[in-house]
């Protein structure tokens, strides 16, 4: 990146921006309305000639903007249901989704690594894209307001608190500087894995895990997973004899809180605790019981459950389970 020389626009105030750089480091990223792309605004400012760092205001008075509609700034949103400029949203923290794969090798630690840094501000800021975001690449510049009125914007324009405006090449970081959307990858059954830790074959009652995940040719994580409904139950048959049947219940990815279908029957036995969580991975509890009789449940929730899930790029994932027909403890993605 090209970095500018010290300069006093216009009648020279005080309190100066004397040089910007800006960076972009991830320039796709999916529309999923989560992923993140990581900018970084660099700015170097003066005060009487001397170098001084950012205040609180200056570094809060930063915006993105449209480098081709330099009055349209990208509006700050917490969420993927907040307000967006043409499908873009920026945030200010990082939400924890992985950078686009296309881009990881392009993570830098500051805008040019090749030029010695100066003492200069750096801002990392966030932006998302959302389904509207098309029509190819977005071009971004950013705005920086002093406390004294004085605002720089570049797109290669300053602006004084009486609204005079000049144009100074030096503050122009380029149109280059884009991001562009990415179509979010949807994942078919067979790439959904289950992974069952069996029981003993001789246990009637048995707790175990079975655990989903994607897989792409590799281990695509998982951030948050849903099943509804919560749990479903299974005898092997209708017989009104049979009382030896499975159910289940879910834990999200990380976390040991089982959740139950509180429709299920559970039987004399207590429904169990999941003692480690599996990171990037769902897990289903799969229960299996003798004392709960066929017969005695007219209407038992069977499944399948249609699980939802948030993959570790930010884009929304389903399937389905169900029990395996003809088999007492045996799952399928369907």
């Known amino acids: 990146m090209s970095r500018n020389k010290p300069t006093k626009p216009m009648l020279g105030p005080e309190w100066i921006i004397a040089r910007v750089a800006f960076d972009i480091q ?17 700015i170097e400012a003066e005060k009487n000639a001397q170098r001084v760092k950012l205040t609180a205001t200056e570094r809060a008075s930063i915006r993105l903007i449209d ?10 949103a917490n969420d993927a249901t907040g307000e967006s400029y043409k499908g873009w ?4 923290e990082p939400r924890g989704y992985l950078f686009h794969p296309a881009t990881l090798t392009q993570d830098k630690a500051s805008p040019d690594e090749t030029t010695p840094m100066a003492g200069g501000d750096y801002v990392e800021l966030f932006v998302t894209a959302d389904a509207g975001a098309v029509g190819g690449p977005l071009s971004l510049a950013f705005v920086v307001t ?13 602006f004084a608190p009486d609204g005079t405006t000049a144009p100074n090449q030096l503050f122009d970081t380029g149109r280059d500087k884009n991001v562009r959307p990415d179509t979010p990858l ?11 830790r069996r029981h003993t074959d001789k246990a009637a009652i048995f707790n175990d895990t079975v655990t989903l995940s994607i897989q792409d040719g590799r281990v695509i994580a998982l951030k948050h997973m849903q099943c509804t409904p919560a749990g479903m139950i299974h005898w092997i048959d209708n017989l009104p004899s049979t009382q030896n049947p499975c ?4 834990a999200e990815p990380g976390d040991t809180h089982i959740h139950w279908n509180e429709a299920v029957p559970t039987g004399g036995q207590p429904r169990p605790t999941l003692a480690a969580a599996e990171p990037g991975k769902g897990v289903i509890m799969l229960c299996g019981r003798i004392d709960i009789p066929r017969r005695d449940h007219v209407d038992p929730p069977l499944g399948p459950m249609i699980v939802t899930m948030i993959d570790a790029y930010g884009s929304d994932q389903t399937c389905s389970i169900e029990f395996v027909p003809g088999t007492r403890d045996e799952l399928q993605v369907t």
């Open 146 to 158: 002093g406390d004294n009125g004085w605002r720089y914007r570049t797109d290669g324009y300053v």
């Open 247 to 250: 159910y289940t219940g879910y």
């Open 186 to 196: 949807e994942y078919g059954r067979g790439q959904f894995q289950l992974e069952q």
């Open 89 to 92: 949203s920026a945030q200010r």
């Open 67 to 76: 480098y081709m509609a330099p009055d349209a700034e990208i509006p700050f």
């Open 26 to 42: 991830h320039p796709m990223l999916y529309a999923n309305g989560r992923q993140q792309s990581k900018v970084i605004a660099y």
